[in-house]
């Protein structure tokens, strides 16, 4: 047997010398393999990094506008249908009325010579004693209806600046077949020279209206197209013919211009030169009072 001092000093055995053995490379072998797990995690660690970055990078060039970068990126795979923008309906634009285009009424330099009377009528306009019952005759073969033109001068005989205002005189529109005392006649030029001068022995050239001893003679010519020192309305016009020829079978004679800048009397021949004075159509102004001027022999 071994002194307890050789127990503690004699070498190890062949098993406690492989288990020492063993325990040193396990040993060794851990500390050898500790590198080896650094660099593990390092990897791993680099990798998370990695992953972390790329999905940064990801969301972050998915919020970036296209015009940020030199060509265009995918975003997702998923479908995503754009939702229309309603095109707006187009407000309609309402049509606009047409404007009557007036009819064009022909002027032949003469007709027939013979004339038809308008068959139409009407009530008496006037409060006075002195009746003047009148016919419409128009000449056959022209682009006037009889009894329009009839109702025409009927509403100017009517107006309240015509010649009713005097108190004295009173109009009344008849048909045709019954008793009348005056004729109002719308005849071509040709025509209505013809008769101005059998009526008066009056030259009115192809251009004027003349009265006559039966009645009034009006020229087609003046009826249409009006006269061109006369800037108003045809109906205007027509209302001063009216008015100028029945004024002269009234007994009123013609009239000069009063002055610059005043109405011209409606017994003066506006169609030869205002003068200075400014077209009128009626006998009387606005104000009730009779337009005058001095007399002309």
Request: proline share 9%; charged share 15%.
């Amino acid at each position: 047997m071994h002194s307890a001092r050789e127990r503690e000093s004699a070498p190890p055995t062949g098993r406690a010398v492989a288990s020492h053995r063993g325990g040193r490379q396990y040993r060794s072998s851990h500390r050898r393999g500790r590198p080896r797990r650094r660099r593990r995690r390092y990897l791993v660690g680099m990798l998370v990094a990695t992953g972390l970055l790329g999905s940064a990078a990801f969301f972050l060039d998915g919020a970036r506008s296209d015009a940020s970068s030199g060509a265009p990126r995918p975003r997702s795979t998923a479908h995503i249908t754009p939702t229309p923008t309603p095109t707006p309906t187009p407000t309609p634009t309402p049509t606009p009325t047409p404007t009557p285009t007036p009819t064009r009424i022909d002027v032949p330099s003469t007709g027939t010579g013979t004339f038809v009377t308008a068959r139409a009528s009407g009530a008496k306009v006037g409060r006075g004693s002195h009746l003047l019952r009148y016919v419409v005759q128009v000449e056959t073969g022209l682009d006037i209806s009889p009894a329009q033109a009839a109702n025409e001068i009927a509403d100017i005989l009517a107006a309240p600046r015509g010649w009713t205002h005097n108190g004295v005189s009173s109009f009344q529109l008849v048909s045709a077949g019954e008793p009348y005392d005056l004729k109002v006649k719308i005849a071509t030029p040709g025509t209505a020279d013809a008769l101005c001068w059998a009526g008066i022995h009056q030259d009115t050239q192809g251009e004027y209206n003349c009265e006559i001893h039966n009645g009034v003679v009006v020229n087609l010519k003046r009826w249409v197209k009006g006269s061109p020192t006369f800037n108003g309305p045809i109906h205007d016009y027509r209302a001063l013919i009216i008015n100028h020829e029945m004024g002269h079978f009234l007994g009123h004679t013609h009239m000069a211009c009063a002055g610059p800048g005043q109405l011209a009397p409606v017994m003066m021949q506006q169609i030869k030169g205002l003068h200075g004075c400014i077209a009128n159509a009626w006998p009387y102004d606005k104000s009730g009072h009779f337009v005058s001027g001095p007399h002309m022999p």
